[in-house]
C-alpha cells in the first residue's frame, strides 16, 4: 500500500461554488482563472512530493485510499465542494481516476 501525505490550507479559491463565473456580457459561463491556477499548482506539489518521496507510479485499475481532515475556517466555508476540487488535483497527478478513491 502506497502512502502519501499531504498538508495544505484551506482555500477558497479551490471550491467548486467558485470555479465557474458567469459573464455578463452574453451570459456564458466560463472557468475561473484563479481556480486553475491553484489546481495547477496543487497537482505540482502532489507530484514533486511523489517524486521527494520516491513513491512509484499508481496503478489505474487499482482502488486508491484518500484520507483527507478539512479545518474550515469558519461555518459559511464549503468544505464538500473544497474536497471535490482536492481529489480532482489528487486524480490529475497520479493518473487514477477519481472513481477508484475509497
Same mark, same amino acid.
Given at each position: 500500500?502506497?502512502?502519501?501525505? +499531504? %498538508? &495544505?490550507? &484551506?482555500? $477558497? #479559491? *479551490? @471550491?467548486? %461554488? %467558485?470555479?465557474?463565473?458567469?459573464?455578463?456580457?452574453?451570459?456564458?459561463?466560463? #472557468?475561473?482563472?484563479?481556480?486553475?491556477?491553484?489546481?495547477?499548482? *496543487? $497537482?505540482?506539489? /502532489?507530484?514533486?512530493?511523489?517524486?521527494?518521496?520516491?513513491?512509484? #507510479?499508481? =496503478?489505474?485499475?487499482?482502488?486508491?485510499?484518500?484520507? +483527507?481532515?478539512?479545518?474550515?475556517? !469558519? %461555518? @459559511?466555508?464549503?468544505? @464538500?465542494?473544497?474536497?471535490?476540487? /482536492?481529489? =480532482?488535483?489528487? $486524480?490529475? @497527478?497520479?493518473?487514477?481516476?477519481? !472513481? +477508484? &478513491?475509497?
Amino acid at each position: 500500500m502506497r502512502i502519501l501525505s +499531504l %498538508n &495544505f490550507p &484551506f482555500n $477558497s #479559491a *479551490l @471550491s467548486e %461554488n %467558485n470555479r465557474l463565473g458567469y459573464s455578463g456580457r452574453s451570459g456564458r459561463m466560463y #472557468a475561473k482563472n484563479e481556480y486553475k491556477q491553484v489546481q495547477e499548482e *496543487l $497537482s505540482y506539489k /502532489i507530484k514533486s512530493q511523489m517524486k521527494t518521496l520516491c513513491v512509484g #507510479a499508481f =496503478d489505474p485499475r487499482k482502488r486508491v485510499f484518500v484520507t +483527507l481532515t478539512v479545518h474550515r475556517p !469558519n %461555518n @459559511s466555508s464549503d468544505a @464538500s465542494n473544497f474536497i471535490k476540487s /482536492i481529489n =480532482d488535483a489528487i $486524480s490529475r @497527478s497520479i493518473g487514477v481516476n477519481d !472513481n +477508484l &478513491f475509497d
